[in-house]
């Protein structure tokens, strides 16, 4: 059974940064694509960045390019997400999740995704 456990997430000031982890266990992962949700109070679960766990081609939401980065591991199985000049907006838990042979254009949606992490906790304020 896949497992996904994120850590890294706290509080930052706006303009500061975090490094979010997802340590995944329980396969392989191959074919896997992963990826990085945020759900805000009161909001609906939204789409922040994917990677191919195979190639590494990274695909991201419009608002955090540039400022966001997604990277793995592979040998430890880990997914990282470096978050830069982060702002009061992008306060949220922020998920992440795996599935099978998933297409970029299908990496958007939640429901795609076969597993999911607990999620973290990431408050942007002064």
């Known amino acids: 059974q896949v497992q996904l456990v994120e850590s890294g997430g706290g509080l930052v000031q706006p303009g500061g940064s975090l490094r979010l982890s997802c340590a995944a266990s329980?396969?392989?992962?191959?074919?896997?694509?992963m990826g990085w949700f945020r759900q805000a109070p009161g909001k609906e679960r939204e789409f922040v960045g994917t990677i191919n766990w195979d190639i590494g081609t990274t695909y991201y939401k419009d608002s955090v390019k540039g400022r966001f980065t997604i990277s793995r591991d592979n040998a430890k199985n880990t997914m990282y997400l470096q978050m830069n000049s982060l702002k009061p907006d992008d306060t949220a838990v922020y998920y992440c999740?795996?599935?099978?042979?998933?297409?970029?254009?299908?990496?958007?949606?939640?429901?795609?995704?076969?597993?999911w992490g607990q999620g973290t906790q990431v408050t942007v304020s002064s």
């Open positions: 999740a795996c599935g099978r042979l998933i297409m970029v254009g299908g990496a958007t949606i939640p429901r795609n995704y076969d597993y």
């Open positions: 329980g396969g392989s992962f191959v074919n896997y694509r």
